[in-house]
């Protein structure tokens, strides 16, 4: 059994659902293309694929696989064109994860250019405020805002992000500007909480190099950073949030920059990838030119 061969077989009937059709495109029997697959989930010992009389499906272990021979295939083909200094021959699957604010703001604004210097490259963009499993779900790169806890993996530190004090005209229109920390009790924070039942600490400040928590009203509390600057945006209260993620919004003015002397600390942005000897040279390529543009946002 050519194993190459059958993992493309794999993967054409996986993303088809339907031996019939994936032979058609190959332009097989039918036969032929089950057979292989048979023969493939013999040698692993494994069920890869759920067989009905009206799809196939991918069972937990096939997905499994499905994800690593799709990677192992790209760069065996990333591997015949690796002494090549065009950009047309980078080409391959990459899969990566960043916080909602970074996309959208950071990424997604550069990402055309990218990927018209580098046709080849297929980007899985996940983008949400959990923290995804890089090695489970099989990430190439993940961008992480915060400290981060000790995982095995390999970190590159890309900067800190300055966090701002903000609240919306019309939320200062009807409580105040507030001058002071003691002013906060009598003003709304919004708090976010990444698991909700989790008691809110309150409004962070720095002073002599110690994080203070100061207690404010506020009874409002988000896991979601889209309804976080959307409830500031609405006049809820006052939310602490990497200037990045608002830049425009103060711009336009949708939101005030309020006590610029009391600030949270800044925030770390990290790329985190597996422990792996030799990088793809498409993932490789990719965090060089993250790493370039996270510059003009970092400090």
């Known amino acids: 059994m050519d194993k190459i061969h059958a993992m493309q077989l794999f993967i054409r009937v996986a993303e088809l659902e339907s031996f019939s059709r994936a032979a058609d495109t190959l332009g097989l029997p039918k036969g032929s293309v089950s ?9 692993l010992g494994c069920r890869l694929l759920h067989r009905t009389t009206r799809r196939v499906q991918l069972t937990q272990d096939g997905m499994v696989y ?8 790209s760069n065996l083909e990333e591997l015949d064109s690796m002494f090549q200094s065009d950009p047309s021959s980078v080409s391959g699957r990459l899969r990566v994860d960043m916080p909602v604010a970074v996309a959208r703001n950071v990424v997604i604004p550069r990402l055309p250019a990218f990927l018209q210097h580098y046709p080849g490259i297929e980007l899985e963009l996940s983008s949400s405020d959990r923290l ?27 900067g800190k992000l300055t966090v701002i004090n903000c609240a919306s005209p019309d939320y200062l229109a ?22 909700l039942g989790v008691r809110p600490q309150g409004f962070e400040v720095v002073i002599d190099n110690t994080t ?12 979601s ?16 949030v990497p200037r990045v993620g608002v830049r425009e919004a103060l711009r336009s003015g949708k939101l005030i920059e309020i006590l610029p002397q009391y600030r949270a600390e800044p925030m770390p942005v990290s790329l985190i990838y597996p422990h792996r000897r030799n990088l793809s040279r498409r993932v490789h390529l990719f965090m060089e030119w993250l790493t370039e543009v996270m510059k003009e946002y970092v400090d």
């Open 225 to 240: 950073t889209e309804t976080y600057h959307a409830a500031c945006l609405a006049g809820l209260g006052i939310i602490q």
């Open 132 to 158: 995804v499993d890089v090695i489970r779900e099989g990430f190439d790169c993940v961008v992480r805002v915060g400290h981060l806890k000790d995982s095995g993996l390999i970190a590159r530190p890309l």
């Open 212 to 223: 203070r928590w100061v207690k404010t009203g506020g009874v409002l509390t988000v896991n």
């Open 174 to 195: 009807r409580f105040g500007y507030p001058e002071s920390l003691e002013a906060l009790d009598d003003h709304a924070v919004v708090h976010y909480a990444t698991s």
């Open 66 to 73: 499905y994800e690593r021979a799709k990677d192992l295939l």
């Open 35 to 43: 057979r292989q697959i048979q023969a493939l989930e013999n040698q």
